[in-house]
C-alpha cells in the first residue's frame, strides 16, 4: 500500500506537470477572450480554437468577474449547451480563479457531471 506521504508527492509532481501542460496555453486563451467579453459568439471562436488543441480538457467555457458562465461549454465534439448563465463561482475549481491569480491548479475534484 502506497503511503500518504508518498502519494501525497506524486499528486504534487502531478499537479506540477499539469501546470506546466496547462498554464501557458490557458493564459494565451485568457488573452484572446478578453476583448471579446461582451460578445458570446465571438469569445466562442478561441474557445473552439483552443479545443482543438486541448486533449486535456473535457470542456472549456468563459466566466464572468463573479464566476457566472457566458458561453456555453464548449467540448471536442460542439457546444453543450444551456449552460450560460450558470453560477460557478461556489465550485472548488473556480474559488481561487475569483481572486485573481493568473493561473491556479484546484485539488481533485469529482464533477456532478458524467
Sequence with gaps: MVNETTLQKTVSK???MLTALLSESMSE???ACADKLENRQALHIPLISQMKKSEFCKYL???DKAGRQITEDVT???FKTGQVGRDRAARPYLQRALTGDDY???EAYLSRNR
Aim: aromatic share 14%.
Design 29 to 31: 486563451l485568457a488573452e
Design 76 to 78: 471536442s465534439t460542439g
Design 104 to 106: 491556479y491548479s484546484s
Design 14 to 16: 502531478q499537479r506540477e
Design 61 to 63: 467555457w468563459g466566466v
